[in-house]
């Protein structure tokens, strides 16, 4: 019952390695599902957030539309492939870092520590259920003290980053450098701000990858081997 973090750098592909971690190892993926439960947990609509969300995240258009591509090639993708979580939903980004930690965030009717509270508790029952790769959300850190949890950590040099974002969200090469630096420091941000961490400190990580050196399969490969060790070693 494999429980898997993949936590990186904006553009460094973790939701790209996460499917195919999920899929190989035939387990469930979960990424905007958490988003989505938190805000059912602290009794906001998902449009509210998406609404405060696009007017901190640019090019939020193009947002919109590659968020619904996914959820269209997630429908066939089979094993691995996150479901539908409720209307509106195709409509938040993937890496939802900047809600928590704009300067709205204090007065927001989402207040941002309710917030963070529910989506540690539903990162905390996802655990519990095993079979399960879970991507972003500070997800390492609040399963740090977790027995078998395997926690992965990402990063890539910014032409790497460049090219994932451009392909996946549809951007020209500037707007993607931009859309990625934006979300970086929103992310960094947000291990800031509600762990006292560095987000890309390797020892908040069982594993490291580069991904400007290895392939997104290798890497894939990497981490399936990773999990089945650590789930099959003595708590």
């Known amino acids: 019952m494999p429980v898997i973090t993949i936590n990186g750098v904006i553009g460094s592909g973790t939701?790209?390695?996460?499917?195919?971690?999920?899929?190989?190892?035939?387990?469930?993926?979960?990424?905007?599902?958490?988003?989505?439960?938190?805000?059912?947990?602290?009794?906001?609509?998902?449009?509210?957030?998406?609404?405060?969300?696009?007017?901190?995240?640019?090019?939020?258009?193009?947002?919109?539309?590659?968020?619904?591509?996914?959820?269209?090639?997630?429908?066939?993708?089979?094993?691995?492939?996150?479901?539908?979580?409720?209307?509106?939903?195709?409509?938040?980004?993937?890496?939802?870092?900047?809600?928590?930690?704009?300067?709205?965030?204090a007065t927001s009717p989402v207040h941002d520590r309710a917030f963070i509270d529910a989506t540690t508790s539903v990162i905390k029952e996802l655990s519990e259920g095993g079979d399960v790769v879970i991507i972003g959300r500070g997800s390492n850190m609040i399963l740090a003290d977790t027995p078998g949890v395997v926690h992965v950590g990402l990063v890539a040099p910014m032409d790497v980053r460049i090219d994932t974002m451009a392909k996946r969200e549809m951007f020209s090469n500037d707007e993607a450098r931009a859309y990625a630096e934006d979300l970086e420091n929103a992310r960094v941000t947000f291990y800031r701000k509600f762990f006292r961490a560095n987000a890309n400190d390797p020892t908040k990580f069982h594993l490291m990858l580069n991904i400007g050196r290895i392939s997104q399969s290798t890497a894939a490969e990497i981490i399936e081997h990773a999990a089945e060790d650590i789930a099959g070693a003595p708590v």
């Open 15 to 105: 939701l790209e390695i996460g499917h195919l971690v999920a899929q190989n190892l035939g387990i469930n993926y979960v990424d905007r599902y958490i988003f989505s439960e938190a805000a059912r947990l602290v009794g906001s609509p998902i449009g509210q957030l998406i609404e405060k969300e696009q007017r901190v995240v640019p090019f939020r258009e193009k947002v919109a539309r590659f968020m619904q591509g996914v959820l269209e090639r997630s429908a066939v993708a089979g094993a691995g492939a996150e479901p539908y979580f409720g209307r509106g939903i195709e409509m938040l980004p993937a890496e939802a870092y900047t809600e928590l930690v704009s300067d709205a965030a």
